[in-house]
T-cell receptor, first 111, second 117 residues
Framework: DAKTTQPNSMESNEEEPVHLPCNHS???????IHWYRQLPSQGPEYVIH???SNVNNRMASLAIAEDRKSSTLILHRATLRDAAVYYC????????????FGTGTRLKVLA | GAVVSQHPSRVICKSGTSVKIECRSL??????MFWYRQFPKQSLMLMAT?????????EQGVEKDKFLINHASLTLSTLTVTSAHPEDSSFYIC?????????????FGPGTRLTVL
């Protein structure tokens, strides 16, 4: 199974950019990289996904390494509402399209 | 955006009873839905893949006779926890797979907290 590795926790000051890294050295050529975040007692919320090129949306940016073995989720200006557990996920390469969740990164935003 | 609902959001039941949890995709059709379980301070653990009109596929170690899954329509999947026991107390989360020309993404429900007394 393709797996991801993320730091257990990170801290950021409010209104500053945050770079959340993810390693996925066993990624297959057709795997999309998905990012979700989960607030306490809620289901995960979709943030962004990409394949090869960097991606931007209203929530965040996704920077994907040229060899695709790592990626970085960028929150341009962290707010207190961004405090959550962020999961980097690869779609299961077996074709079943199931997600395999790692431990994620708990982001703490300091006021 | 894609919306997935779950009902109920919270349920408390006595040991030995069965509990049904519904998962609905509100603004798209989903041939595939997924059920996860999450214990406190842990990550989500996939329990099963639910396919519309066919039997669910269970992950290793998940008892299919205890966790009954039905996916009778393109917008509804149900998870029934049969003969629930305190160790089944957990946060159950469903997701629905949304497929399009340029997208293939799962959208998650808000979760159901089950407490078995």
């Amino acid at each position: 199974d393709a797996k991801t590795t993320q730091p257990n926790s990170m801290e950021s000051n409010e209104e500053e950019p945050v770079h959340l890294p993810c390693n996925h050295s066993t990624i297959s050529g057709t795997d999309y990289i998905h990012w979700y975040r989960q607030l306490p007692s809620q289901g995960p919320e979709y943030v962004i996904h990409g394949l090869t090129s960097n991606v931007n949306n209203r929530m965040a940016s996704l920077a994907i390494a040229e060899d695709r073995k790592s990626s970085t989720l960028i929150l341009h200006r962290a707010t207190l509402r961004d405090a959550a557990v962020y999961y980097c996920i690869l779609r299961d390469p077996s074709g079943t399209y199931k997600y395999i969740f790692g431990t994620g990164t708990r982001l703490k935003v300091l006021a | 955006g894609a919306v997935v609902s779950q009902h109920p959001s919270r349920v408390i039941c006595k040991s030995g009873t069965s509990v049904k949890i519904e998962c609905r995709s509100l603004d798209f059709q989903a041939t595939t839905m997924f059920w996860y379980r999450q214990f406190p301070k842990q990550s989500l653990m996939l329990m099963a893949t639910s396919n519309e009109g066919s039997k669910a596929t269970y992950e290793q170690g998940v008892e299919k006779d205890k966790f009954l899954i039905n996916h009778a329509s393109l917008t509804l999947s149900t998870l029934t926890v049969t003969s629930a026991h305190p160790e089944d107390s957990s946060f159950y989360i469903c997701s629905a797979r949304r497929q399009g020309l340029y997208t293939d993404t799962q959208y998650f429900g808000p979760g159901t907290r089950l407490t078995v007394l």
